[in-house]
T-cell receptor, first 112, second 113 residues
Framework: DQQVKQNSPSLSVQEGRISILNCDYTNSMFDYFLWYKKYPAEGPTFLISISSIKDKNEDGRFTVFLNKSAKHLSLHIVPSQPGDSAVYFCAAKDSGTYKYIFGTGTRLKVLA | EAGVTQSPTHLIKTRGQQATLRCSPISGHTSVYWYQQALGLGLQFLLWYDEGEERNRGNFPPRFSGRQFPNYSSELNVNALELEDSALYLC????????????FGEGSRLTVL
């Protein structure tokens, strides 16, 4: 049972445009959501997070939106840069078990 | 401040052998999480240790085990290695029950021949 889903395995965007990465979840016990960026053979790097009591969090070029009623979150990157090319994982923390569940990732390619 | 460190970086074993992977969390962090990332797949939750205790484990067989030491470093043991255990094993740490971000190490690449 995949509790956190990233339905788009890959995404290509032109440099300077907006990248939108999506994530859906099923567990109502999730209370904290995170986005990580990962390069091959390296550990994931934390990007941005959002608590379930908020619907938006912004940090520089990165904004995360949370729609609790739809159980959906998204990561917006504006403007996209070639260095943003990586695999992006969304993750969610279960408030009961403290497990962090990760999605399967979306490979973002920013074209110069 | 040093980040999460993992060793070894790479490890090659044969089927049936045992592998031991090590992790040192960020100073001040008492929670350690282990994840497995097999080739082309996402991060699968393995184990969570906090204050020396195993707090939760994922859907992995008992031959995946570990422990956390008094200094909060952790060890992951994989017994009776199988070919499908070949993966990147990632360790992450966080402050105790803070429910905040996980900070990951660079991972240990285990290859089973």
């Amino acid at each position: 049972d995949q509790q956190v889903k990233q339905n788009s395995p890959s995404l290509s965007v032109q440099e300077g445009r907006i990248s939108i990465l999506n994530c859906d979840y099923t567990n109502s016990m999730f209370d904290y959501f995170l986005w990580y960026k990962k390069y091959p053979a390296e550990g994931p790097t934390f990007l941005i997070s959002i608590s379930s009591i908020k619907d938006k969090n912004e940090d520089g070029r990165f904004t995360v939106f949370l729609n609790k009623s739809a159980k959906h979150l998204s990561l917006h990157i504006v403007p996209s840069q070639p260095g943003d090319s990586a695999v992006y994982f969304c993750a969610a923390k279960d408030s009961g078990t403290y497990k962090y569940i990760f999605g399967t990732g979306t490979r973002l390619k920013v074209l110069a | 401040e040093a980040g999460v460190t993992q060793s070894p970086t790479h490890l090659i074993k044969t089927r049936g052998q045992q592998a031991t992977l090590r992790c040192s969390p960020i100073s001040g962090h008492t929670s350690v999480y282990w994840y497995q990332q097999a080739l082309g797949l996402g991060l699968q939750f393995l184990l969570w240790y906090d204050e020396g205790e195993e707090r939760n484990r994922g859907n992995f067989p008992p031959r995946f085990s570990g422990r956390q030491f008094p200094n909060y470093s952790s060890e992951l043991n994989v017994n009776a290695l199988e070919l499908e255990d070949s993966a990147l094993y990632l360790c992450a740490s966080s402050r105790r029950l803070a429910g905040g971000e996980l900070f990951f190490g660079e991972g240990s690449r285990l290859t089973v021949l």
